[in-house]
Nanobody
């Protein structure tokens, strides 16, 4: 099993920045990919970004490309999502997740954190 714990959410004004963290523990070698997803009220969970733990390859949703940066620190088993130029439509609960293979579909991720709320005011 892999345990994931997110932190760093909060309230920020439009145009501001936040950095989310995702600390992984347990059988971390079984989750080769770390992904970030978000879910707004009344909407489906959507893919935001993913990164390979070993190769660092990244992939972003078009809606966040150029504003968000995903990274990881293998020495700390921690992943990050730096969010800049935030918009009100970025408001959602943000989840980190772990998968064995690269994917953007939530059901292909086996491990999930509890989520952290990000609220962007206009």
């Amino acid at each position: 099993q892999v345990q994931l714990v997110e932190s760093g959410g909060g309230l920020v004004q439009a145009g501001g920045s936040l950095r989310l963290s995702c600390a992984a523990s347990g059988r971390t070698f079984s989750a080769n990919i770390m992904g970030w997803f978000r879910q707004a009220p009344g909407k489906e969970r959507e893919f935001v970004a993913r990164i390979g733990w070993s190769n660092g390859l990244t992939y972003y949703a078009d809606s966040v490309k150029g504003r968000f940066t995903i990274s990881r620190d293998n020495t700390k088993n921690t992943g990050y999502l730096q969010m800049n130029s935030l918009k009100p439509e970025d408001t959602a609960v943000y989840y980190c997740a772990g998968a064995e293979y690269s994917a953007i579909i939530p059901r292909l991720y086996n491990y999930w954190g509890q989520g952290t709320q990000v609220t962007v005011s206009s």
